[in-house]
């Protein structure tokens, strides 16, 4: 069965910092790029960034560039997103998924490219 659970979460005062966990299984983990989505009542839902299991590459929205660093742990099939200075627009469910692809520009920012979706994890920023 292929799943894809998020972790990490939690309440955090603006400025501070996260790491959230995607762990994978019942899929080859090299094969897929793996990106984090956030959802935010009445808001659309957006790329956060992607990184590709196989060759590291990575994607960021710009309005975490500079702030989040997502990596990738292939022995433990297991992706960190890395979120420091927190602000209260970051406040969301953060979600993993799983495209059959590497990661690039389009796939970070392309919902319909995934194959497979995790819960997702909140994460709330106090201002």
């Known amino acids: 069965e292929v799943q894809l659970q998020a972790s990490g979460g939690g309440l955090v005062q603006a400025g501070g910092s996260l790491r959230l966990s995607c762990a994978a299984s019942g899929f080859s983990f090299d094969d897929y790029g793996i990106g984090w989505f956030r959802q935010a009542p009445g808001k659309e839902r957006e790329g956060v960034s992607c990184?590709?299991?196989?060759?590291?590459?990575?994607y960021y929205a710009d309005s975490v560039k500079g702030r989040f660093t997502i990596s990738s742990d292939n022995a433990k099939n297991t992706v960190h997103l890395q979120m420091n200075s927190l602000k209260p627009e970051d406040t969301a469910t953060y979600i993993c998924?799983?495209?059959?692809?590497?990661?690039?520009?389009?796939?970070?920012?392309?919902?319909?490219?995934?194959?497979?979706w995790g819960q997702g994890t909140q994460v709330t920023v106090s201002s």
């Open positions: 990184i590709s299991s196989s060759d590291g590459s990575t």
């Open positions: 998924a799983a495209l059959y692809d590497v990661c690039s520009e389009l796939a970070g920012t392309s919902e319909w490219m995934y194959d497979y």
